[in-house]
């Protein structure tokens, strides 16, 4: 076998030092993309945090009351209310027949630990209906499974015993996935030392494959989009329309002579 002619190598290495410019280039173009795109919903952050401040002093016969990250709050839905918490509180409204308040507590950006400082102070000055916890997925980035399952039990000790907390939703990544598994388990075990009900929000998000990161994710590629909302709304949906039913069906019975 022959070895290459001197013009036949540099031919080579002009096409791998163009294709190896062309990666550069195109990576380069996608980073930027994306940091616009994170500049964009960043933006968003004021106007959703606003509309739920705007939104909790409508009056409503049920309080919803909502503690988590920027997943409650709907960053990348195209409007707050298209949110999991927002598909939550218009489930009520059409299961019971009666006006809902939301009080939406969630900040973005929160950890557990954050919650705990930030969240349950007001959440403990209210008696809410409903509870929905969804919080976590942040303290995934620094891992420190001890502190979290410090802060997951501050926030459990708080919650009536009707509250739905959900476990972390599922990231697709391995070296993520670890983490999320040790979260997980920590969420369940101390969610059984006190009753609570934990919606399989891991499960429905894993169930929707790695191609979600394409169909159910916002253009920062990681938050959820209105449909990625809508899936984490279908883990809530099962646990939540049957406590609905249980402890809001006697108020809405009316009295008949066989009564």
Known sequence: MTSPTPRIRSAIATGVAVFATGIVLVTTWWRRDLEQRKAILNETLPVHSAWWRDNAKQPGELLYVAIGDSAAQGIGASSPNKSYVGVLADHVRLATGRTVRVVNLSVSGATVALAVRDQLPRFDKLEPDLVTVAIGANDIAQWN???????????????????????????HLPHNEIKVAMANEIIRRIAADRTLTVVPLHATTKRAGFRSILTHVAKDRFH????????????????????????????????????
């Open 145 to 171: 499974p001890d502190a979290f399952e410090t802060g997951i039990r501050s926030v459990f000790d708080a919650l009536p015993p009707h509250a739905l907390v959900a476990d972390l939703p599922c990231f």
């Open 224 to 259: 959820p989009n209105d449909r990625g909302y809508r899936s984490w709304a279908e883990a809530f949906l099962p646990a939540m329309s049957a406590d609905v039913a249980h402890r809001f069906a006697a108020v809405n019975h009316t009295p008949t002579e066989a009564d």
